[in-house]
């Protein structure tokens, strides 16, 4: 199933750059919106035993705010390729037998996201939309807590990248001609295995971060 969502996502995208601009007898619309954001990450996370050292135990990942940029490129009235850029900082919780923990490390994670949007009423005052695309998640600067290397020596803490789909929906609301008021809702498919190192012992967990992300903020179109 995830196959064929990033399947069907690059080929939603590959469409979009093939298609040419509908011929007009005026070019009187904007072809570029730029969109700044205020944005909250909700991992809706699924997590696995971290193995072997610990079966009865996983993990949670908190929630974040930040401000996000997009660009939208217009190719017809309808159709536009937005690009997301945002990156957060999120705790991980130890839970199960690591319930006591508290804090077992953090990360930083950063989304690129390009999605292919439908316009449906492009030039209303309410103007709403939908997309559909691809994710490449990177996560950096992964470090374990004092806490859980204080309980089990030493440990160093990676993630590996992701590659998801995205789905979006938002819609925006003018305020003059040329800038609007933006409300914006995604969910962005995110899995990631995480590696703890123990002097020569490895642990790993199987995480889905999957998190919604709704958004407000402000936009203009040119």
Known sequence: MRMKMLLLGAAMLAGAAAMPAQSQSTDDYQHWIVRLRAIRVTPTERTGP???????????????YAPELDFTYMATRHVGAELILATTRHDIQG???????????????LPPTLTLQ??????????PYVGAGINYTIFYSE????????????????LSDSVGYALQAGVDVDITPKIF???????????????????????????????LVPGIGIGMRF
Do not use: M
């Open 50 to 64: 971290i193995e072997p050292t610990f079966p009865t135990a996983n993990t949670a990942v908190t929630n974040a």
């Open 143 to 158: 470090k374990a807590s004092g806490a859980l290397q204080n309980a089990i020596g030493k440990t160093s803490l990676g």
């Open 181 to 211: 008021v933006n409300l914006d809702l995604k969910y962005i498919d995110i899995d990631t295995k995480a590696r703890l190192t123990t002097g020569g012992l490895i642990d790993r967990e199987r995480v889905h971060l999957d998190p």
């Open 95 to 109: 839970r199960g037998a690591l319930d006591g923990l508290g804090k077992a490390g953090h990360t930083w994670v």
């Open 118 to 127: 439908y316009h449906f009423l492009p030039d209303a005052h309410v103007r």
